[in-house]
């Protein structure tokens, strides 16, 4: 079976633009969650959806939003890019919303912003 | 709030030796710690889950133990090999937080021959 995939592997965008990454969790799974990592710190948690509900969010500003599809597939969009939005962009999913379930995160996707 | 500490940063060690992580978090009320492996420039790949009932895992050569009193974790990684250089990250699921993980900064290891 596939894991949870990411799109695009790398991307590289300049400041004031705006951005939207896609992740397909692992077939099954209603659970989606993004993170992000900055170079040398580790993941954030940016946002939860499960059955296509906010369930969850970070401590991130407006310009950070999120979706969650029929299809359980999930989309991060960001606006007006900073240099600091530069970072590793991470999606996990796990069957169910509820903490006894393992996370699986996808390979990520990097994001450079000139 | 939750934090989450890995120590030591970085760990070199010669081929075959055993290793202990450490990872230690400041709220004890925690559902779950999950070890994960990050490779440079990749994802996170799962290594164990260790419920708050539970006070260890193992899977094949890696053992993970859970003090949620003291609120401290350990991975244990016998005979090590130089596939296992990578950084290895801890995260807890706090209470109340549904499944959102707080991690540490993670410790750097390599292993040389």
């Known amino acids: 079976d596939a894991g949870v995939t990411q799109s695009p592997t790398h991307l590289i965008k300049t400041r004031g633009q705006h951005v939207t990454l896609r992740c397909s969790p692992i077939?099954?799974?209603?659970?989606v969650s993004w993170y992000q990592q900055v170079l040398g710190q580790g993941p954030q948690f940016i946002f939860q959806?499960?059955?296509?509900?906010?369930?969850g969010r970070g401590n991130f500003p407006d310009r950070f939003s999120a979706r969650q599809f029929p299809n359980y597939s999930s989309e991060l969009n960001v606006n007006a890019l900073l240099l600091g939005d530069s970072a590793l962009y991470l999606c996990?999913?796990?069957?169910?919303?509820?903490?006894?379930?393992?996370?699986?995160f996808g390979p990520g996707t990097r994001l450079t912003v000139t | 709030k939750q934090e989450v500490t890995q120590i030591p940063a970085a760990l070199s060690v010669p081929e075959g030796e055993n290793l202990v992580l450490n990872c230690s978090f400041t709220d004890s009320a925690i559902y779950n710690l999950q070890w994960f492996r990050q490779d440079p420039g990749k994802g996170l790949t799962s290594l164990l889950l260790?419920?708050?009932?539970?006070r260890e895992q193992t899977s094949g050569r890696l053992n993970a133990s859970l003090d949620k009193s003291s609120g401290r974790s350990t991975l244990y990684i016998a005979a090590s090999q130089p596939g296992d250089s990578a950084t290895y990250l801890c995260a807890v699921v706090k209470t109340g937080t549904a499944s959102k993980l707080t991690f540490g900064t993670g410790t750097r290891l390599q292993v040389t021959l």
């Open positions: 959806y499960y059955e296509k509900e906010e369930r």
């Open positions: 996990a999913s796990s069957p169910k919303q509820g903490v006894n379930y393992e996370q699986y």
């Open positions: 260790i419920q708050s009932s539970q």
């Open positions: 077939s099954g799974h209603k659970s």
